[in-house]
């Protein structure tokens, strides 16, 4: 699977595959087995475009020929995307972050729950969303782990 992995972390992994191939990845809902990213988008959906700013930072574009539909779906660790702050990290933001080499932004939840000194509060909370790639050498389109040949 080596050359057709795009991207993968502790827990997801997305693989270049051919409609009429046999699975290359278990998926389902139990312990070992992966969860289908595109499951929902219709039938016989593929990853049109790909992005990704880093581990547990990716987001990709799907089109579904049986609906004709294109559309996005963005996955980011530590930020909650709730429909305002998907309207600042999303897809397009991770593209140009990468593409166009555009300055981080800034998402901003007025009412973030969390716990604290053993109750739940809700607490203003402000999170900068950017490209990290401290673990993984840079080599043109593509990146590897530090120790890796």
Request: with cysteine; charged share 25%; proline share 4%.
């Amino acid at each position: 699977m080596r050359e057709s992995v795009l991207f993968c972390d502790t827990e997801s992994v997305i693989i270049i595959q051919n409609v009429d191939e046999h699975p290359k990845v278990r998926t389902g809902d139990y312990l070992g087995h992966l969860r289908d990213e595109l499951e929902g988008f219709g039938s016989i959906p593929f990853i049109q475009e790909f992005v990704s700013g880093g581990t547990k930072n990716c987001a990709f574009s799907v089109s579904c020929p049986s609906t004709g539909k294109r559309t996005t779906k963005c996955m980011v660790n530590g930020i909650t995307l709730n429909c305002e702050n998907s309207k600042v990290v999303n897809f397009t933001t991770l593209s140009n972050m990468i593409l166009k080499d555009t300055a981080p932004v800034h998402v901003h939840n007025p009412k973030k729950i969390k716990r604290k000194h053993g109750g739940v509060v809700s607490e203003h909370e402000t999170k900068e969303f950017k490209v990290v790639f401290k673990k993984r050498r840079n080599m043109d389109f593509d990146s590897l782990p530090y120790g890796f040949d």
